[in-house]
């Protein structure tokens, strides 16, 4: 159970023209000797047999929890507390299959194979890869992120940067990298946008996978080639996420708070999609994706509209759906675009793949340290989060029951997040109800603590595992009233990065 995610980097500071050091040479230390202990040297299905067993013990607590509630439920029993106990149910689903169901596709074959697996086509044993970024003023992150893209060890690669109309000085940072390190710079005059950006860069892009990454983050030299293993591995897979953690989560408390939220997010809630090969946002820190799965969508990621507006956001979640959803939505998607050379160039026929996380793939971003740009990232990720939901909530409940409960359930959880907290924190203690309160309170901590749980079971000997507690509670309080407001302000917004 215990693997690759104790990712406390060091500093990155680094004098003028030195080599860029990466975070994870001793997590993956730490990896490898984890793989010799007696767990890994039992038969796959005996492994498999004796992490559920270990899960399930791990959850007993709760499951009795949970069951000793639901027999004291009186008939007719309101909705908030029928809503407290789901929620703790679904806590508890996560967990089991984050750490009984999931398989990292690069470290060995999924035990879940896709039904006709052996009709998707197989990549070469090498594929060409492309690894794409676009970046608009990042003077001061740019050139750490550039070379942590060279380091990667996979031999056949490709490296497009797009400056999208940078005016501090980023595009002469990138000239002096393309004469250093021989990558290929395109030097847009005027800004076009993130989506668009990278749509230009993956025309030059001659690659068999499309590897993406974020200006601010820097990426382990073996991540590439563990997405791309999977992929190899499994010919079904049409994406593959990452595994990201906070590259500053030493900076301060807020910044801490982020890092153990992202720990969980993907080590939990990514691992349970991935057990049923359903990861409904490949993350932009490190995103890849297989050629034929996502080339012909790329002009409507670029064009997208929602709401009778351009949508600019650069949505990771969409662009997943284009993979996800592609059988269903793919041929009217193309004919909106046939004059593209995207799609007039290359056709390639709608596939229902998975998408899949590797937790061994691993990136660091620069999270906010501050409040103001903390709360804009958000709403950003809210507005997103609500384009999507009219998308691939569209037709997730085709793939599958598990699937489409796990990305239903998240969102009703989303919605009626704001209403739950209004209830609950405004309207209880004016009407002399504060028992209600406690109560809601009392819960959110205990969630937040059993996914604390789980990050101390991670990494054991790192005490930050009491922040994610207080992440639940910073949750519930405050970031569910963003949901409103980005509803609200849906429109409004053009890409830039909020500084850190």
């Not at 013990?57 to 007719?76: N, T």
């Not at 029993?77 to 149910?89: E, H, I, K, Q, R």
């Not at 497009?160 to 501090?168: A, F, L, N």
């Not at 293993?229 to 049409?238: T, Y």
Request: charged fraction near 20%; include cysteine; aromatic fraction near 10%.
């Amino acid at each position: 159970m215990t693997a690759p995610a104790e990712l406390r980097p060091p500093d990155t500071a680094r004098p003028a023209g030195a080599a860029t050091r990466h975070p994870g040479s001793a997590a993956r230390h730490r990896l490898r000797a984890a793989k010799d202990t007696t767990l890994h040297r039992l038969e796959p299905r005996e492994r498999a047999a004796l992490v559920r067993l270990l899960v399930l013990l791990a959850l007993l607590p709760v499951l009795l929890l949970i069951a000793h509630r639901a027999v004291r439920l009186p008939y007719g029993s309101g909705l908030l507390t029928c809503y407290g106990l789901t929620v703790l149910t679904g806590s508890a689903c996560l967990l089991y299959l984050a750490y009984a169901r999931y398989d990292d596709p690069a470290e060995r074959t999924l035990r879940r194979r896709a039904r006709g697996h052996e009709a998707f086509p197989a990549l070469p044993a090498r594929p060409r890869v492309s690894f794409l970024l676009a970046v608009k003023d990042e003077v001061g992150n740019v050139e750490d992120c550039v070379r942590s893209m060279a380091a990667s060890d996979w031999p056949d690669l490709q490296i497009v940067v797009v400056d999208d109309g940078s005016r501090d000085g980023t595009g002469d940072v990138l000239d002096a990298l393309a004469g250093e390190l021989g990558i290929t710079v395109l030097r847009l005059e005027r800004n076009v946008g993130k989506k668009a950006a990278l749509v230009r860069a993956c025309a030059l892009a001659d690659g068999d996978v499309l590897v993406f990454t974020d200006s601010d983050c820097v990426v382990a030299p073996d991540a590439v080639s563990r997405c791309v293993r999977a992929m190899v591995r499994h010919p079904e897979l049409g994406a593959v996420s990452g595994h990201c953690r906070a590259l500053n989560a030493s900076t301060g408390a807020l910044t801490r708070l982020q890092d153990i939220w992202y720990e969980g997010q993907f080590r939990i809630a990514k691992a349970a999609e991935s057990a049923y090969g359903s990861v409904c946002c490949v993350s932009g820190p490190l995103a890849a994706f297989r050629r034929e799965a996502v080339y012909n969508y790329l002009p409507a990621w670029a064009a997208d509209r929602f709401a009778g507006a351009p949508f600019r956001f650069a949505t990771d979640r969409q662009l997943t759906g284009y993979v996800l959803g592609q059988v269903w939505r793919g041929r009217d998607l193309k004919r909106r675009h046939a004059d593209s050379p995207f799609v007039t160039e290359e056709d390639h026929p709608e596939r229902r793949w998975l998408v899949a996380y590797s937790r061994s793939a691993l990136v660091w971003t620069n999270v906010p340290s501050r409040w103001r740009p903390f709360l804009h990232q958000q709403v950003r990720w809210k507005k997103s989060f609500i384009r999507n939901l009219f998308f691939t909530g569209g037709f997730m409940w085709r793939r599958g029951p598990v699937p489409a409960l796990l990305y239903y359930g998240h969102a009703l959880w989303v919605l009626a997040a704001p209403a739950l907290v209004f209830w609950h924190l405004v309207w209880a203690p004016l009407h002399w109800a504060a028992v209600l309160t406690v109560l809601y309170l009392c819960g959110v901590l205990l969630k937040g603590a059993l996914w604390g749980l789980a990050y101390r079971i991670d990494n054991p000997g790192d005490r930050h595992w009491r922040y994610r507690p207080l992440m639940s509670l910073l949750s519930c309080c405050v970031l569910a009233w963003l949901l409103p407001y980005a509803a609200l302000t849906l429109r409004r917004g053009i890409w830039t990065r909020t500084p850190v």
